[in-house]
C-alpha cells in the first residue's frame, strides 16, 4: 500500500517536472516577443486599445482661456474622418483644425471662446492606434471657461418623418431660448450628430429648461435659414436629470462565447428617449431650373415648384402657335411641349423666349421672360437621318438575302407602330387596375375598337367596360371593369385603335388574363387604435419587402380592411391625412405644422390562401424609435468597432491551451 502512495507521489513530481519544463523556454519566449508587435512569425499581437496619459489643458478643467487642446496617448495613433466623426459643442462656426501627430491629439478652436461655458469633444470611435487599428472606444474631452463643468446628458433619435427610417448624421441641437424664433436667428446651443441608428447624445448640457431641434445644415451657421435644409422641431420642453442606475455588460471570452454578464453601475441621464421627426420643407419658391430637348419630337421645361400658369413660348426661328401639345406632370413643375410639325422636329435650334411666373427677392410671383434661348435636340438631325439609312440598308440586305434563297421578302420599308405599353396582369385579383401609357399624344383614341370579353360556360361573351383617360394626365389611359371571380377574360384592342399625332397608329393586341377563386385569396382587417382623430383621416398601406406600397385603404369603423389579398408577407404602415387629399404631407417651420403623422406595424404578417387574418394594432403602444421592423429598415445602424483579441488565437498556436488542459494556471 504504502509502495503504490509513494509511487503516485512520484509519478505526480515528474508530470510537474516536465510540465515546467515545456513552460520555460515557451515563458522565455512569451518575454521576448511581448516587445513585438503584430509579429508574423508567432510572437504576441498588439490587442490593447490607445489609453490616454494626459493632456494640456486637463480634462473636465475649469476656468480654461486656451482655444488649444493636446491630448497625449500611450502609442501612436490615427483619427479616422475627424469632419464627420468629431462634434465639438457648443457648435463652432469656423470649423476646428484637428490632428493626430504621433502620440498625440491637438485640437485648435477658431472661435472665441465663451464665457461660463462647458465645452465637449466628443470624438466617437474615431481613435485607434496606428499599428494595429485597435479601437480607443467611445471618447469625450471637456473643460469649462467657467468655475464648475456642466455634466448632463440628453439622448434621443431623429428619424425620417415620412418613414421612420432612421436618419444618419444630422445635427441635433439644444436652446433655452423657448421662443419659435431661436432656430431661425441663433446658432444651435449645444449639439450633437447621430449615428446609424439615428441616435444622439448631447454632452455637457447644463440645468435649465430645453427645446430640441435637429438640422441638415447646409451653409454651417447651425440654424434654420434655407429652405433645402432637413429639419425637426418639437414644442416639447425638458429638464435634464439623472439617478444611479445598473446595466448588464457582456464579458466575451472570444468572438463566439460569452464569458459572463456583469452588473455595473452607471449614471443614468435623462430624458434619453427624445424623438425627433425630420422633414425637407415643400420647395415654394419657383424659378427655372433646367430646358431639355431628350427627344427631338419634344422639348422639356423643369421648375422647382408647379404654377397654375403654363409658360408662354414666343418663338423666334419658328411659328408657335398651334406648333406644340402641352403635357404636365401632376405638379405641373414639368412641361413637356411636343412638336407636331415634322418640319420643327427636323430643325436642329430652336430660338425662343420663354415667359413664366418665378419667385422674385421678396418672395412674390412676378411674370419672368427668358430671352433668346436655343434648345437643341440630343442627336442632331444629320446623325438621326445617318442611322436610319444605316438601318434601312441592313434591312434591305436582308431582304434581297430573302429573295435569293426564294423566301417571301418585301419590297417596302415597313413603317413602324405605335408602341403601345400594356400593363396588363395575367392572373388578376378583383383589386387589379388595367392601365395603358401612349408614347405619344395620340390624336385619335377609338375605344369602339377596344373591347373585354369573359368567358362563361365556354362561351366569349362581350363585357361591359369603360376605357378612358386618366384624370389629369396626357398619356395614361385605363380599364375600368368590375372583375368576377373564378372568370377567364380577354382583353382585346383593333389595330389603328391608337393613332399618335403624327400619324403613326397601334398595332392589334390580345391578352388573357384569369381572376382567381375565393380560395386563392386571405382576408387581413386590422383594428386600429391608440389615435383621437376621425377614423377616415387615417390610411393604412400594406407594403413589401422593399418599403413599397402595395395596397392601401382608409380605417373605416375603427378597422382596415383588405380584401382579396395574394398570399404572401407584408408590413405595414399607417398615417394620418389631416387634409384629406390621401397622400403623406411634409411639415412647415414656418406655419407650425408638423409633417403629418405617420406610424410602423412592428411585426410581419403573414397571409396565407382561404385564410382570415386579424391583426389589434395601437399605434402608439412602442414609441417611434422602436417601431419600424428591421428587415424593411434601409439605413442599418453602424458596425461597433471591436478589439481583434488575435491572441486567443495566437495562444492556441503556442500551446497554451494544451497546458490549461493539464490544470496548468497561467
Aim: proline share 6%; hydrophobic share 35%.
Amino acid at each position: 500500500m504504502l509502495k503504490e502512495k509513494l509511487y503516485k507521489i512520484r509519478m505526480q513530481i515528474l508530470v510537474v517536472v516536465g510540465v515546467f519544463s515545456y513552460l520555460l523556454p515557451l515563458t522565455s519566449y512569451l518575454f521576448t516577443s511581448c516587445a513585438r508587435m503584430g509579429q508574423p512569425d508567432g510572437g504576441w499581437y498588439d490587442d490593447d486599445p490607445p489609453k490616454v496619459v494626459g493632456s494640456t489643458p486637463d480634462d473636465r478643467a475649469t476656468n480654461i482661456k486656451t482655444n488649444k487642446i493636446t491630448i497625449f496617448f500611450d502609442e501612436f495613433i490615427k483619427i479616422d474622418n475627424p469632419t464627420e466623426k468629431v462634434i465639438v459643442s457648443p457648435p463652432q462656426l469656423e470649423t476646428p483644425e484637428i490632428k493626430a501627430s504621433g502620440k498625440k491629439i491637438v485640437v485648435e478652436l477658431k472661435d472665441t471662446l465663451k464665457e461660463n461655458t462647458t465645452y465637449s469633444i466628443d470624438f466617437s470611435d474615431a481613435i485607434s492606434d496606428n499599428n494595429e487599428g485597435n479601437p480607443m472606444g467611445n471618447y469625450t474631452f471637456t473643460f469649462s471657461t467657467g468655475e464648475q463643468i456642466d455634466t448632463f446628458e440628453i439622448a434621443g433619435y431623429v428619424l425620417d418623418a415620412s418613414n421612420l427610417e432612421p436618419i444618419k448624421g444630422i445635427a441635433v441641437g439644444l436652446y433655452d431660448d423657448l421662443s419659435d424664433t431661436a432656430f431661425t436667428t441663433k446658432p444651435l446651443m449645444r449639439i450633437s450628430r447621430t449615428d446609424g441608428r439615428g441616435r444622439f447624445v448631447v454632452k455637457g448640457v447644463a440645468p435649465g429648461t430645453y427645446r430640441a431641434y435637429a438640422l441638415q445644415d447646409m451653409d454651417g451657421d447651425f440654424c434654420f435659414k434655407q429652405m433645402g435644409e432637413m429639419i425637426a422641431f418639437s414644442h416639447e420642453t425638458f429638464s435634464p436629470s439623472s439617478k444611479p442606475d445598473t446595466r448588464t455588460d457582456t464579458i466575451w471570452r472570444d468572438s463566439l462565447h460569452i464569458d459572463a454578464l456583469r452588473q455595473v453601475p452607471y449614471t443614468h441621464f435623462l430624458p434619453d428617449d427624445v424623438t425627433l421627426l425630420a422633414f425637407l420643407h415643400p420647395q415654394t419658391n419657383r424659378y427655372l431650373l433646367k430646358t431639355e430637348r431628350a427627344e427631338a419630337n419634344k422639348f422639356s421645361i423643369y421648375f422647382t415648384y408647379g404654377d397654375s400658369l403654363l409658360p408662354e413660348i414666343k418663338g423666334l426661328n419658328f411659328e408657335a402657335d398651334s406648333a406644340f401639345v402641352i403635357e404636365t406632370n401632376e405638379k405641373r413643375d414639368t412641361v413637356h411641349f411636343w412638336l407636331r410639325d415634322t418640319t420643327l422636329i427636323n430643325q436642329d435650334t430652336l430660338r425662343m423666349d420663354i415667359t413664366y411666373h418665378m419667385t422674385d427677392t421678396l418672395g412674390n410671383l412676378v411674370l419672368y421672360t427668358d430671352s433668346a434661348l436655343e434648345i437643341l435636340p440630343k442627336v442632331p438631325y444629320e446623325k438621326r437621318v445617318k442611322e436610319l439609312n444605316k438601318e434601312i440598308e441592313k434591312w434591305q440586305k436582308q431582304q434581297e438575302k430573302r429573295k435569293k434563297n426564294g423566301q417571301p421578302y418585301d419590297s417596302i420599308y415597313p413603317v413602324k407602330p405605335l408602341e403601345v405599353k400594356y400593363n396588363i396582369p395575367s392572373s388578376a385579383t378583383p383589386e387589379s387596375r388595367i392601365t395603358v401609357e401612349m408614347p405619344t399624344p395620340l390624336e385619335v383614341c377609338d375605344t369602339s375598337k377596344v373591347h373585354l370579353y369573359s368567358m362563361i360556360d365556354s362561351v366569349w361573351y362581350q363585357t361591359p367596360c369603360e376605357f378612358r383617360q386618366v384624370p389629369n394626365t396626357l398619356r395614361q389611359y385605363e380599364l375600368l371593369v368590375d372583375w368576377r371571380l373564378e372568370t377567364e377574360y380577354s382583353f382585346e384592342v383593333d389595330s389603328a385603335a391608337f393613332v399618335d399625332i403624327y400619324g403613326v397608329a397601334s398595332k392589334a393586341n390580345k391578352q388573357g388574363i384569369k381572376v382567381k377563386g375565393p380560395d386563392d385569396f386571405s382576408l387581413l382587417v386590422v383594428n386600429v387604435s391608440g389615435l383621437e382623430v376621425a377614423d377616415t383621416s387615417i390610411i393604412v398601406q400594406l407594403l413589401s419587402s422593399s418599403d413599397s406600397p402595395e395596397r392601401e385603404v382608409r380605417v373605416k369603423k375603427g378597422a382596415a380592411r383588405f380584401e382579396y389579398l395574394s398570399p404572401g408577407k407584408y408590413y405595414m404602415r399607417a398615417f394620418v391625412d389631416a387634409n384629406g387629399n390621401g397622400i403623406w404631407d411634409t411639415g412647415d417651420y414656418k406655419e407650425d405644422r408638423q409633417a403629418e403623422e405617420v406610424y410602423y406595424y412592428p411585426q410581419e404578417i403573414e397571409c396565407k390562401a382561404k385564410w382570415d387574418v386579424t391583426k389589434s394594432w395601437n399605434v402608439k403602444e412602442k414609441p417611434r424609435f422602436l417601431q419600424k421592423p428591421g428587415a424593411i429598415t434601409k439605413q442599418k445602424p453602424d458596425q461597433e468597432k471591436k478589439l481583434k483579441n488575435r491572441n486567443v488565437e495566437r495562444a492556441k498556436q503556442l500551446g497554451i491551451e494544451y497546458l490549461k488542459t493539464k490544470g496548468v494556471r497561467l
